[in-house]
């Protein structure tokens, strides 16, 4: 039988502290969520790997390393109202969860988000909403967020879903496909965003936030 706490625990030394993640309440998340509820039954035996894991066509639980590099660059504290993009089967929830003071996880497909909804509250994470509805849009009926998390790599981000942010709120992103894409955060101010980019990470897309085709003369 596999130490899923001792394979939890080497992947927090040797994958996460590493990358210069060094934040007490992110290494105390990985600690406290086990990623092997998260993944299929095939890929439990697998769960601490530094890769992403299938978890349905198209959809993946991030890795370690920069899933903690994001949550550390989103500093969540424990008053903050996060909405998630992209909840997945729910272990980004999770880590969101032990952070934040209410997390809102927003997720497309239906069997992901029962899925997520049974492994959340089978592991008594109750401060978390998983809702199925379109990514791009949100969850405008519980704005304003303080931090929006989009759980993937996107080409760009939706106006609609800085609408959604407090003012000061900010949202953090991946913006770009492989290697090229840099891990960003947006700061709402007025009506607009700006845009401050951190570092290069190579993550896997969510569906749905393509740039509008652009029409050439």
Not at 79 to 100: C, P
């Given at each position: 039988m596999m130490d899923f706490q001792a394979a939890r625990i080497k992947m927090v030394e040797n994958q996460i502290r590493t990358t210069?993640?060094?934040?007490?309440?992110?290494?105390?998340?990985?600690?406290?969520?086990?990623?092997e509820a998260f993944v299929p039954?095939?890929?439990?035996?697998?769960?601490?790997?530094?890769?992403?894991?299938?978890?349905?066509?198209?959809?993946?639980?991030?890795e370690p390393s920069p899933l903690a590099?994001?949550?550390?660059?989103?500093?969540?504290?424990?008053?903050?109202?996060?909405?998630?993009?992209?909840?997945?089967?729910?272990?980004a929830?999770?880590?969101?969860?032990?952070?934040?003071?209410?997390?809102?996880?927003?997720?497309s497909d239906e069997d992901l988000s029962a899925r997520a909804s049974a492994n959340l509250s089978a592991l008594g994470f109750d401060n978390v909403a998983v809702v199925t509805g379109p990514l791009e849009a949100g969850y405008p009926s519980e704005a304003p967020?303080?931090?929006?998390?989009?759980?993937?790599?996107v080409e760009s981000v939706p106006p609609a879903l800085i609408e959604q942010l407090r003012e000061g709120g900010r949202l953090?992103?991946?913006?770009g496909y492989g290697n090229a894409s840099r891990a960003s955060i947006y700061t709402r101010?007025?009506?607009?965003?700006?845009?401050?980019?951190?570092?290069?990470?190579?993550?896997?897309?969510?569906?749905?936030?393509?740039?509008?085709?652009?029409?050439?003369f």
């Amino acid at each position: 039988m596999m130490d899923f706490q001792a394979a939890r625990i080497k992947m927090v030394e040797n994958q996460i502290r590493t990358t210069d993640v060094t934040a007490h309440s992110v290494l105390q998340a990985f600690l406290a969520v086990p990623r092997e509820a998260f993944v299929p039954d095939a890929l439990k035996p697998l769960a601490y790997i530094d890769e992403d894991m299938q978890v349905a066509p198209g959809r993946y639980v991030m890795e370690p390393s920069p899933l903690a590099k994001l949550l550390q660059l989103a500093a969540i504290g424990k008053d903050d109202v996060v909405l998630e993009i992209g909840s997945g089967a729910g272990y980004a929830t999770a880590l969101l969860s032990q952070l934040a003071g209410s997390v809102v996880a927003v997720e497309s497909d239906e069997d992901l988000s029962a899925r997520a909804s049974a492994n959340l509250s089978a592991l008594g994470f109750d401060n978390v909403a998983v809702v199925t509805g379109p990514l791009e849009a949100g969850y405008p009926s519980e704005a304003p967020y303080d931090v929006i998390f989009i759980n993937g790599a996107v080409e760009s981000v939706p106006p609609a879903l800085i609408e959604q942010l407090r003012e000061g709120g900010r949202l953090i992103a991946v913006v770009g496909y492989g290697n090229a894409s840099r891990a960003s955060i947006y700061t709402r101010t007025g009506d607009a965003a700006s845009r401050t980019e951190y570092f290069n990470t190579a993550i896997k897309p969510l569906p749905g936030f393509r740039k509008e085709a652009q029409f050439v003369f």
